[in-house]
């Protein structure tokens, strides 16, 4: 599935993107020695706080995703 990008953030190595249903999606850069791409989409508290606190919350979910991979699993996409 194809996404636009909507925000990139190179020096934390995320990006917020959105899928052609308007869908939004945070794709992470976790790890060290090993790196992985994750990507999760945004569920509507996520959204809602995004759209609140702008991305100021991008950056802090991003750290979270990236503390915590495994605990976003269960929602993440390719």
Aim: with cysteine; aromatic share 8%; charged share 35%.
């Amino acid at each position: 599935m194809r996404r636009q990008e909507v925000i990139v953030d190179d020096e934390r190595m995320y990006a917020l993107t959105r899928d052609a249903q308007g869908q939004l999606f945070i794709e992470v850069v976790c790890g060290g020695f090993a790196m992985e791409n994750v990507v999760v989409p945004l569920n509507a508290a996520e959204e809602m706080e995004f759209k609140r606190r702008g991305k100021t919350y991008l950056d802090d979910l991003s750290l979270k995703v990236c503390k915590s991979p495994d605990a976003f699993k269960n929602r993440e996409c390719s």
